[in-house]
């Protein structure tokens, strides 16, 4: 137990002690239950989400879509094919054989500077393509600001 | 008369002889008492520990670490625009097999080499919680909103992703969520959104 005394104010023969203890023991029994269930319940992952929808499929908004580019992304082996309207622009693989996300986010920045009603961008994959391609991809774009990203199926 | 029987009654044991207990290397070995037994707790200090630790650990508590099955079969990819990841079934896409709320449902060598585009076992599956959904909330008002949390392995082919979202979208669920591990250039905030719903 700890105590805490007042100086000067016992030992005079006063009405009352004013010595306290403080009873730490169970203040010590209390921390280390919460310790305990706080490690047990601790989630040392943090897991997130990237929203995406699949094109063909029914839109969230009520509001009537406003005219905007039809913007195309297609994942291939070679590397990234942006389609912006009529214009199409080829991203190839950096050297190590993985996609280039900062060219590509360049890209779409570039894009949305010149449309910045423009939210929607669908993605497109090859067979072949890793998921984890995919996901990097739709998180370029969300990074580029377009936060409407549909994934299609069909190539 | 006590003082007396200091001296006459003694301890059982080994005592040295009066020349070695006046040794200076020999005579600590028989001293009594030569140590106090009574050792003080430094308390102010394990508490401060103890008051840091759990200020980590309040900090890193969340409630929503059971929406997943984390498992070795499954490595999930990183990104760093991510929203938080709320209840909805989940889809596991290992590179092995499929499974939805951990009931395997398919294994990828067997749709591989089927050609249609929906696997048959997980679109009944996802159906089936849709009507239990739409049973369960009827009297809420709440609508049902189609969303799907897909936690897939990084290296899965998208040919078997895309057949898992068609099935997903034949079931009516067409909001997909991919989950994702927070990456490099994540958000630091625990409550982790960086985009726009």
Known sequence: MAGVSVPG?????????VDLNIPLVPFIDMLAMMITFLMMTAVWTQIGKLQVSQAGGPSDSTEPPKPTLQLNLTLTEQGYKLTAGA??????????????????????KAI???NP???????????????????LTVDKCLEADLPDVSVSAAM | MSRHLENVIVKPGKRPGKRLSKSKVFGSKFAKGGHATNVELNLTSMIDVFVLLVIFLIQQFSADGDLLFMTDKIKMPEAANYEQLERAPVIQVSADEISIEGARVATVADIEGEEYWNIPALEEKLRDQKKAYEM?????????????????????????VKRVMYSANQAGYFNINFAVLAGAGAPSDSEGSKTEG
């Open chain 1, 9 to 17: 104010s016992g030992g005079n023969g006063g009405k009352k002690a």
């Open chain 1, 87 to 108: 214009d199409s622009v080829d991203i190839a693989k950096k050297a190590d054989g993985t996609f280039d996300g900062a060219k590509l986010v360049e890209k779409l």
């Open chain 1, 112 to 114: 949305k500077k010149d």
């Open chain 1, 117 to 135: 009603d423009q939210r929607a961008i669908t993605v497109m994959a090859e067979d072949s393509i890793q998921y984890e391609s995919l996901v």
């Open chain 2, 136 to 160: 369960v909330r009827s009297g809420d008002g709440e609508g049902f909103k189609g969303d799907i949390n897909i936690q897939a392995d990084k290296a899965v082919p998208f040919k078997i």
